[in-house]
Each structure stands twice: as structure tokens, then as C-alpha cells.
């Protein structure tokens, strides 16, 4: 029975070769692009499953309201970390203080090169389960050792043995080399845990970090902690909750209502946006956006199943009635076309295998993951077996039973047309079909647009030309105007100024000012950048009011520039002259406003430019050197001679530097990956519905021909066939069009909110989508209509 | 084995209502063979599927085998069907996409008959049918005549006690169609019950009986042996 089936399964496929094809290649295409969403999917539910306490360890956040508005962040102050160890130290295995992740110079020998790593306390070994391969496995003990990941070491030492090695790091500190841990693979977080050095030797540094030892006001570093295992995460919020509001020493930051509370490992990568101190989400929205979408792609190649089994229903009513004249029943038919299906599936899932091994590494970049074909993972084969099953019911189940409930009567006397009965549920599943597809190119090409719209926002300076070298060791201090005027005489570049944050982001926040008509109770919150006196003429910044900094004037030193936003934020009528004094009635001199610029991006471009106080930097504060090349010059000729000069001056650093443009440029990565995958998910749901249209237009030309061959006979010309076949299917895309608009606009209007800068969803979107359906619609279909339109009509009418 | 009394059968279409069978009553014996004719658009397809099981009459009784059936649900006509009845029809219907060995196997394969068996009693009957050598064949590849010796070697493989033939040589010459009235008559020799629907005289005379219609019932009876 079995072999029957499949015979006439297979010579059916064998004699119908463009449907065969269509419905093959269109369910292996819709099955490969959910394949690929259901792996990226698997990929991002995985996240940092390298760490096997992963739903024991937390990260400890703080939510602070400036001014009624909540920010919730993981920067906490140091005393944190004691008031922790004293209250509740019983309900954690560890509590492991660590600075942020930060580049370092690690010197061996004559090979120098900038890793990066953290400063953490003991407990962060065992907390991560770090694979220790070489060494001791409590390496941070001591205040001058350090732990190196593999490829650390292999870069170091090559193939030398590292263990009790003694490294330089930073120009600064000897430090042994305790232990070599595994690699941290990608798709985990701290992936770029180059090294672990020991907080102690962090905290005992540098004076900034020693004086807020008992600073509740400077959030400054990172708190991880891991659970004990009979403890919850609700129970334990709700005695963190007040730990810094009700600590002695934290009166100040008590205006701030700072409330503490820990974020899961669990909830890092995909849920880690907050607003008004609330979880509100984050990537797993692409995570369920990427999932429906999928799903929605293989429904449509199902649609196309079942559309072309029930217009082939016609031709195989004949079989139907033979079969149940000679004894089978409904149920063996059902059986059979299921099989049937399976069958058709089954050839389409090893053809979609085929499509994904093919476009896995393009997809990787596209989406800049490193997924690989799970061919040991026994569980993607079970869910693949239940996937073929799942969709073969899926897509056989409506023409099973629909071909299955033809009565034998009518079939075999020949009257029996798969007329009207067949007609309204075919012309669901084109619409459904279409309304999706409109639906994903509106969404697409507002998301495109949205993107665009943010990437024409006036960023305020010209980022072109300008590149930017950290120098954040010890080894610059000091330095700038040497390599200011070294660079500058080298003719590489025509103008150099220092920041304390790079170009693309601000580092800083401080609050705790007093000015001029200040209002009572006033919580303000500046982003803070210091800034040598040519920043302003080297990045291109447009000065308002005022004038800019200058070296002719000694008293600049205590001068500060605002932002245009930074003038209104703070209510100030006539900025320029104005002071500002810092309220802890220290002896430091007050600020004076000498000049106002215009605002500048140097943040989120999707959000609001913050109020920014650029201040003469008088300390040497300098992270980063702003260059702006020499535009006479080629830019490789530029590079290579700033190399030089660096070189000359710090024979022993690695050179490294950044465009800035280029650094501007990643904060669209992320919207511009959704949007790329959207477009290539569109591009193949179109693709496919399209296949589905062009065989469902050539059945029904072919129902036709008849028709066709006795209307031209009658003396129909071309034109007149061509809308006779060609008028049904537009006026299904119509409808979609009209269905899929007011979706699209919704969830998109929904999507858009999150962006304060928005774009506005305008009226030639749905046009342009719904003409291109139309469009694309008219050539699907006109080419079998014409096929059919231009045929013999003798030949036609002889098919009878 | 058939006794059918006051059958009735209507068809409804929006306008009209066609009675297709009007208090239709009559009695087959088994080992008999009986002829239905009357002019096109009596009722005598109609007939015909309700004997087969194909179709549910609309008021009256039909008894099968002493067993009424007329209430019988879909499942059940089918086994009734497979295990007792066996169709020829005047357009042959054989599945196009199946070879002649093929389609003479469905009805065995239907009732369970296991491969080794099968492969015996389809050859067994395409032997006697003659076409043994074109058991490969599509049915399309075949002549009319031919095809409709398939569809006889197809009704008679599962033994059936009843063989229901509408218009059988309807679509065949006349030595073609001489050819399937003679199978037909060699079956009901060996004991095959069978009832036969036709408008020609000449192939009514190989049955034993034959009932006229009109209208939807029965207007004579002449017995011819
Ligand atoms: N599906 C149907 N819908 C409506 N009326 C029908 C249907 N099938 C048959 N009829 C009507 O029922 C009556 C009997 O039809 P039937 O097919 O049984 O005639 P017949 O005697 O076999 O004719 P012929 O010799 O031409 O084959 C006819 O009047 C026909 O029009
Ligand atoms: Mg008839």
C-alpha cells in the first residue's frame, strides 16, 4: 500500500515538473530561512551558557531618578561591596568587586600588546568556572599576578611555558603569570576576558579609585555576586533593595532614591533595557520579531502547498473516485495525500539542509554570528523530525481532506468541477500569502528608513578625516604637547586636540553644581568631557555664543564651553560669563562659561543630545588623541607616518588608532544587521509567494484553455485574454494591500515609539509597497496568462 | 441478493427538484444477470451507485445480501464495497498514473491481500483477461478496448459477488464491445452476479432479464432465457 502511494507520489512529481519544482523548491526555501531563524534563535536563547552557575550569578544594578526621571545602570559605588560582605554575606557564595572591562598593555620580552581584561576580586574564578589549563586555580590571590586566557598566552609566549613568567602591564607593574584559563567562547559575555588581573592591585592604584573607597556617591565600578543555591533572586531584591539608600555615609545620594537591586545572567544579553527603572526587554524583541517572521516564511511555503495540491485537485478528482469505487475508504485517502506530503517535505527538508549549509557563513556575517551546523546535536535531528512532521500536516492536511471528501458519483460521471468550493479557500491563503508579504516590505522599508532618518541628523562636527588614538597608560602622561607639535611638524596631520572620552561617546556624568538662578532642588545630571584648547577647531565644533578656548588667555584653565542643550537644560538666560561652582564647598575655583556650541552627537544618535560641559582640561586627563589629517596627503601616507612618530616617542607600545567615522558608523550596526536580515527575510518571503502565484496562474490558464481557445475563436484579442486571467489575482493583492496597511502601520507605529527622533511614516511607504506587489503580481501572473492567451486555439480546443 | 423497494432518489438544485428515482422497486437473485435500460436521463446511473454503495438513496429500502443497507454510514458502504462489488464504467476510469498491473492491484491491496498474493491473482487474471503482456503499460498507451478489458480485470480480481457495468461498451466498436460482453457473460457463467446498464438491444440480449425505465421506475420486466 505503502509502495503504491509513493509510486504515484512520485510519478506524479515526475510528470508535473514546474509545480514539482515550485512546491519543492519554494518549501525547501521557506523551510531553509526557518531552519536558520530557528538556529540564530537557539544561538541567542544560548547566551552564556559556558557558565554552569549562569542562574545563580547576578550582576547588581542601580536605579537612581535625576529630577523625576528613573536611569537604571550597572556603574555602583565601592563601599557597595563591604556593606554587602557585612549584611549579607551568608546568602552568597561570592561577591566579586571588578573595574570595567579595559585595555592594557601586556609586555614580554620585546612583544608588547594592548588585551583586554578586568581587575576582579578571587571568587570571580570559581563564580565563572573559568577552565583553568595551566597554573593554580586561585591565581589572583596575590596583589602582582595575573591570569592569562590561552590565546593571551599564546600570543605572549608563543609556544614558551608562561606559568611564573613575569609580564609588564601597562609600563607600569611586574606581575607573574599565575594560570592560563580557557578561552571564553563567543556568544558569552566577558568573550573578551583577555586577562584577569587582581582588584586589589586595581583599587591600590591609581588615587581616584583608592579615594572612593568610601565614596558612595562615585558609581564607578562593577559588583557580581553569585547566589547561594537556596536562594532566590525576588527575596534576595528585596533586601538589597535599601542597602545604599539606608547605608551611614550614603546621605547624599539619597535625593538620587538610589535602589539596588540584582540583573540575572540569565536576563544580560536578552533582556537588559530599562525604562523608568522597569525591565522593559531588549534583543529578545528581535529574538521573537525574527521568530514570527520565520514562522510566518514557512507558512507561506505551506500556503503554497496546499494552494497548488487543491487547484491540481482537478485533475486528480478522477483518481479519488477510482480509488473509492474499488473499496478505499476516506481515511486511506487522507493517508494517502498525508504521505504524499510527507513525502514532497521529507525531499524539501534534505534540499533546505542543502540551502543552509550553502548560505550559513553568508548569513554569519550577515548577522556577525558564528553558527555552525549542529550535525552531532541529537535534539536539532529530534526537532527536525518533528518539524517534518509538524509541517507535512501543516501543508497536507488541508488538501487531504479537501481531495479525500470529493464524492466518487460526481467525479467519475464527469461533471464534478473543483468549482466553488475550492475557489473561497484558495483565495484565503493568496491573500493571507500577500498580506504578509506587503506587510514585511512596509516593515522593511521603515525600518530602512528610520535608519536613514537618524543617519541625516546634523552630528555637529565633520567626522571625516579624523582618526583617534587611545592613550590611556601611564606611559602618556605628560606628553601631549610634544606629540602635538611632533605630529603637526610631520605634516600628517593639520590639527591635534586630547578628550577625556573618545569622539562616538562620553564617559563621564557628574552632578553637583551650583549656578546663577539655579532652581531649588534642581537635580542635574551633565555629561563631562575634558578637552584640550583645540578640540573645538580640531573636530570642527561651531562655537554660538562666546568664543573658544585659547591658549593666549592663562585664565581658560578654569573655563568651560556648554552645548546648546546643556544652556537650556540649565535654564541659563546669558550663558557666556556665568560660573558654575562645584557644591562640596571645596577650594577648587569656579567654572566660567566662556563660550556655547552647537549640539554634537557623540552618543545614541537615535536619542536626544545630552547637556555636555566640555572643560579645560588642566590635569592632562587625555584618553584620546584627536587627529585631523593632513587632506593634501593620501590617507595610508598620513597613517604611516603618524605610526612613525609614535613609534619614535613610545618605541615599546602597540600602535592603534580608530576612524572616527568608522566608530560612528557602529551605532547603526545594530539596526542596520535587523534591517539587512528583514530585507533578505522579505526578499525570500516574496520570492516565494511569487513561486506559489506562478504555479496557482499557470493551473488556472490551464483549467482554462478551453475557455481561452473558444473566447478567441469568438474573436478575443490578446489584451482582452490577458485581463481576463490576470484580473482575479490583482484583485486579491488589492485586498492584501488593504489588509496588510493598517497591520504594518501598527506594529511599525508601535516599533517607531522607541526612537525620539522618529521617522515619520508617510503615505508613499504603502504606495510604493503596494505598487511593487502590484508589479511584481502583474509579471508573476502575465507570463503564463500570455502563454495561454497566445496558445493555438485548435490546438486548445482539442485537449477535450 | 439485491431487493430494492419504493427506492427514491432526488436531485436538488436551486431551482428544481429532479427526481431521479421514483418508488423504484425490484429483486436480483444471486448468479443472476440482468440488464437495466431506458432512455438517457431515466435514472439508471443513479441506480447503478446506489447499488455499488456509492451513492445513498433518498427513501425506500435496498437490501444487500439480506442486510438493509440504505443507512449505512461512508466507512461502511467502503467495506461493503471493496470485499462485494466491483465497477466497470463506460469511460473506463484507470488511474493515469498507474501501469495496468497497477491498477488491477488497487482493489487487493485495499483489502489487505498480502504482495506474493497479490502479484499471483492479478497475473492469474490478466491471463485470462489477455493482456498479460501489456501489464506494464500506462493506460493511455492502450486501446479502448484494451482499457476496458483492465477495468474488468480490475472489478473481477477481488472475486467480488457483484459486478455493476454502466453502459460498458459504451465507448467501444462494436468487436471490441462483443469482446467485453462475452468476458462478462464467462464471468456470470462461473457464478458473478450482474447487473448491467445499456442502450443497446444487441448487449442486452446476453443477459437473462431485462428491466426498463422510465421517469425513475420500473415500466417492464422480460425474461429472456
Ligand atoms: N448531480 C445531479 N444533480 C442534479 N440532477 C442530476 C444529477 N445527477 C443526475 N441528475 C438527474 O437525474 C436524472 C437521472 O440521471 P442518470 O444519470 O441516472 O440518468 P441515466 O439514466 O444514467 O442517463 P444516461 O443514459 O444518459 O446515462 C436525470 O434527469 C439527471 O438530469
Ligand atoms: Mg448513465
Given at each position: 500500500m505503502i509502495r503504491n502511494y509513493f509510486k504515484i507520489a512520485w510519478r506524479n512529481l515526475r510528470k508535473n515538473k514546474i509545480y514539482s519544482f515550485i512546491n519543492i523548491f519554494g518549501l525547501a526555501i521557506g523551510m531553509a530561512v526557518t531552519i536558520i531563524i530557528g538556529l540564530w534563535v537557539h544561538d541567542e536563547l544560548n547566551y552564556n551558557h559556558y557558565f554552569k552557575n549562569r542562574d545563580k550569578i547576578a550582576q547588581v544594578f542601580q536605579t537612581q531618578t535625576f529630577n523625576g526621571n528613573k536611569g537604571t545602570g550597572s556603574a555602583i559605588p565601592r563601599p557597595l561591596e563591604m556593606a554587602m560582605r557585612e549584611q549579607h554575606s551568608d546568602k552568597f557564595k561570592h561577591i566579586v568587586m571588578s573595574s570595567w572591562n579595559q585595555p592594557s598593555y601586556l609586555e614580554y620580552k620585546d612583544i608588547n600588546i594592548s588585551k583586554n581584561g578586568n581587575s576582579m576580586q578571587e571568587g570571580a574564578i570559581d563564580m565563572l568556572g573559568l577552565k583553568i589549563l595551566k597554573g593554580v586555580k586561585d591565581g589572583i590571590s596575590d596583589r602582582y599576578s595575573i591570569m592569562l586566557s590561552a590565546s593571551t598566552a599564546k600570543a605572549l609566549f608563543g609556544d614558551e611555558e608562561p606559568i611564573g613568567k613575569i609580564i609588564k602591564a601597562n609600563s607600569q607593574y611586574d606581575l607573574k603569570v599565575t594560570a592560563v584559563y580557557e578561552d571564553i567562547p563567543v556568544n558569552n559575555s566577558f568573550s573578551d576576558l583577555d586577562f584577569v588581573k587582581p582588584w586589589d592591585l586595581y583599587a591600590n592604584s591609581m588615587d581616584w579609585v583608592k579615594r572612593s573607597i568610601d565614596s558612595w556617591g562615585n558609581n564607578s565600578f562593577q559588583l557580581f555576586v553569585q547566589m547561594n543555591d537556596d536562594q532566590t533572586l525576588d527575596d534576595l531584591n528585596k533586601q538589597i533593595e535599601r542597602i545604599k539608600l539606608d547605608a551611614p555615609g550614603a546621605e547624599d545620594t539619597k535625593q538620587y532614591n538610589p535602589v539596588m537591586f540584582?540583573?540575572?545572567?540569565?536576563?544580560?544579553?536578552?533582556?537588559?533595557?530599562?525604562?523608568?527603572?522597569?525591565?522593559?526587554?531588549?534583543?529578545?524583541?528581535?529574538?521573537?520579531?525574527?521568530?514570527?517572521?520565520?514562522?510566518?516564511?514557512?507558512?507561506?511555503?505551506?500556503?503554497?502547498?496546499?494552494?497548488?495540491?487543491?487547484?491540481?485537485?482537478?485533475?486528480?478528482?478522477?483518481?479519488?473516485?477510482?480509488?473509492?469505487?474499488?473499496?478505499?475508504?476516506?481515511?486511506?485517502?487522507?493517508?494517502?495525500?498525508?504521505?504524499?506530503?510527507?513525502?514532497?517535505?521529507?525531499?524539501?527538508?534534505?534540499?533546505?539542509?542543502?540551502?543552509?549549509?550553502?548560505?550559513?557563513?553568508?548569513?554569519?556575517?550577515?548577522?556577525?554570528?558564528?553558527?555552525?551546523?549542529?550535525?552531532?546535536?541529537?535534539?536539532?535531528?529530534?526537532?527536525?523530525?518533528?518539524?517534518?512532521?509538524?509541517?507535512?500536516?501543516?501543508?497536507?492536511?488541508?488538501?487531504?481532506?479537501?481531495?479525500?471528501?470529493?464524492?466518487?458519483?460526481?467525479?467519475?460521471?464527469?461533471?464534478?468541477?473543483?468549482?466553488?468550493?475550492?475557489?473561497?479557500?484558495?483565495?484565503?491563503?493568496?491573500?493571507?500569502?500577500?498580506?504578509?508579504?506587503?506587510?514585511?516590505?512596509?516593515?522593511?522599508?521603515?525600518?530602512?528608513?528610520?535608519?536613514?532618518?537618524?543617519?541625516?541628523?546634523?552630528?555637529?562636527?565633520?567626522?571625516?578625516?579624523?582618526?583617534?588614538?587611545?592613550?590611556?597608560?601611564?606611559?602618556?602622561?605628560?606628553k601631549q604637547d610634544i606629540m602635538r607639535n611632533a605630529f603637526l611638524s610631520s605634516g600628517a596631520a593639520i590639527a591635534m586636540s586630547t578628550s577625556s572620552s573618545p569622539t562616538t561617546n562620553v564617559w563621564s556624568n557628574r552632578s553637583g553644581f551650583l549656578w546663577e538662578g539655579k532652581p531649588d532642588g534642581f537635580q542635574e545630571d551633565l555629561a563631562w568631557v575634558e578637552v584640550s584648547p583645540e578640540y573645538v577647531s580640531s573636530l570642527g565644533l561651531k562655537v554660538v555664543e562666546g568664543r573658544d578656548f585659547s591658549r593666549e588667555f592663562p585664565t581658560d584653565s578654569n573655563a568651560v564651553l556648554l552645548n546648546k542643550t546643556a544652556v537650556k537644560y540649565m535654564g541659563l538666560n546669558d550663558p557666556v560669563g556665568k560660573l558654575i561652582r562645584s557644591d562640596d564647598d571645596g577650594e577648587d575655583e569656579p567654572m566660567k562659561v566662556i563660550g556655547v556650541v552647537e549640539d554634537v552627537i557623540m552618543q545614541s544618535p537615535y536619542e536626544p543630545v545630552k547637556q555636555t560641559i566640555f572643560v579645560f582640561d588642566r590635569h592632562g586627563n587625555a584618553s584620546y588623541y584627536n587627529l585631523r589629517l593632513n587632506p593634501d596627503r593620501s590617507v595610508s601616507q598620513n597613517l604611516e607616518t603618524i605610526e612613525q612618530v609614535f613609534k619614535e616617542h613610545f618605541p615599546n607600545l602597540p600602535f592603534s588608532y580608530q576612524f572616527v567615522d568608522e566608530e560612528y558608523a557602529q551605532k547603526f550596526a545594530a539596526e542596520e544587521r535587523i534591517a539587512s536580515l528583514a530585507s533578505v527575510f522579505t526578499v525570500l518571503a516574496i520570492l516565494i509567494s511569487c513561486l506559489g502565484l506562478f504555479g496557482l496562474a499557470s493551473f488556472v490558464a490551464e483549467q482554462r484553455t478551453k475557455e481561452i481557445g473558444v473566447r478567441k475563436v469568438l474573436g478575443a484579442d490578446i489584451t482582452n485574454l490577458w485581463m481576463l486571467l490576470s484580473k482575479d489575482f490583482l484583485t486579491l493583492v488589492a485586498i492584501s494591500l488593504l489588509i496588510a496597511s493598517p497591520l504594518a502601520y501598527f506594529f511599525m507605529q508601535n516599533w517607531i515609539t522607541k526612537f525620539t527622533y522618529k521617522t515619520n511614516i508617510s503615505w508613499w511607504i504603502f504606495l510604493m509597497a503596494g505598487m511593487g506587489a502590484i508589479l511584481i503580481t502583474m509579471i508573476t501572473v502575465s507570463f503564463q496568462s500570455l502563454k495561454a492567451a497566445t496558445a493555438n486555439p485548435v490546438k486548445s480546443l482539442r485537449t477535450e | 441478493m439485491i431487493k430494492i423497494k419504493d427506492l427514491e432518489k432526488y436531485y436538488r438544485t436551486e431551482e428544481v427538484q429532479t427526481v431521479a428515482l421514483n418508488k423504484l422497486s425490484f429483486e436480483v437473485k444471486e448468479g443472476e444477470f440482468v440488464a437495466v435500460m431506458g432512455p438517457s436521463g431515466c435514472g439508471k446511473s443513479t441506480l447503478l451507485n446506489i447499488i455499488g454503495l456509492l451513492d445513498d438513496p433518498d427513501g425506500g429500502s435496498f437490501e444487500f445480501n439480506g442486510i438493509e443497507v440504505s443507512g449505512y454510514k461512508e466507512r461502511q458502504r467502503a467495506n461493503l464495497r471493496k470485499h462485494n462489488i466491483g465497477f466497470v464504467f463506460q469511460s473506463f476510469n484507470l488511474i493515469d498514473e498507474l501501469t495496468v498491473f497497477e491498477n488491477v492491484e488497487l482493489p487487493l491491496i485495499y483489502t489487505g491481500v498480502k504482495p506474493a498474493e497479490r502479484k499471483r491473482r492479478v497475473e492469474e487474471v490478466l491471463e485470462k483477461m489477455q493482456i498479460m503482456h501489456r501489464r506494464n503499460h500506462f493506460p493511455q498507451q492502450l486501446s479502448g478496448g484494451q482499457q476496458q478489458r483492465v477495468a474488468v480485470a480490475r472489478a473481477v480480481v477481488n472475486d467480488p459477488k457483484l459486478i455493476l457495468a454502466d453502459e460498458p461498451t459504451g465507448n467501444l466498436d462494436s468487436s471490441n464491445g462483443n469482446e467485453v460482453m462475452q468476458l462478462l457473460t464467462e464471468l456470470n457463467e462461473q457464478g458473478t452476479t450482474i447487473v448491467m446498464v445499456t442502450h443497446s438491444e444487441h448487449d442486452a440480449k446476453y443477459s437473462h432479464r431485462v428491466i426498463r425505465m422510465l421517469d425513475g421506475h420500473k415500466v417492464t420486466e422480460s425474461l429472456l432465457v
Open positions: 540584582l540583573h540575572p545572567m540569565d536576563d544580560w544579553h536578552l533582556r537588559s533595557e530599562f525604562k523608568n527603572g522597569v525591565k522593559t526587554g531588549g534583543r529578545i524583541e528581535y529574538v521573537w520579531l525574527f521568530g514570527i517572521i520565520g514562522l510566518f516564511v514557512l507558512l507561506l511555503a505551506c500556503i503554497n502547498f496546499m494552494n497548488l495540491s487543491t487547484a491540481r485537485s482537478e485533475k486528480r478528482a478522477k483518481e479519488v473516485g477510482i480509488r473509492k469505487s474499488v473499496g478505499s475508504s476516506r481515511e486511506q485517502l487522507i493517508r494517502q495525500f498525508l504521505g504524499e506530503s510527507l513525502f514532497v517535505v521529507v525531499i524539501a527538508w534534505v534540499l533546505a539542509i542543502i540551502i543552509v549549509l550553502a548560505s550559513l557563513d553568508g548569513f554569519n556575517k550577515l548577522a556577525s554570528k558564528a553558527i555552525e551546523f549542529p550535525w552531532t546535536n541529537p535534539s536539532f535531528w529530534l526537532a527536525s523530525i518533528a518539524f517534518v512532521i509538524i509541517t507535512a500536516v501543516l501543508s497536507g492536511s488541508y488538501p487531504a481532506l479537501y481531495l479525500s471528501s470529493f464524492n466518487p458519483v460526481e467525479v467519475l460521471k464527469g461533471t464534478f468541477k473543483a468549482g466553488k468550493l475550492a475557489h473561497l479557500p484558495r483565495k484565503v491563503l493568496v491573500v493571507t500569502q500577500f498580506t504578509v508579504s506587503i506587510a514585511l516590505i512596509i516593515g522593511t522599508i521603515i525600518i530602512l528608513k528610520q535608519i536613514q532618518h537618524t543617519k541625516n541628523r546634523p552630528i555637529g562636527y565633520s567626522k571625516e578625516g579624523l582618526i583617534q588614538i587611545p592613550v590611556m597608560s601611564q606611559d602618556f602622561l605628560g | -
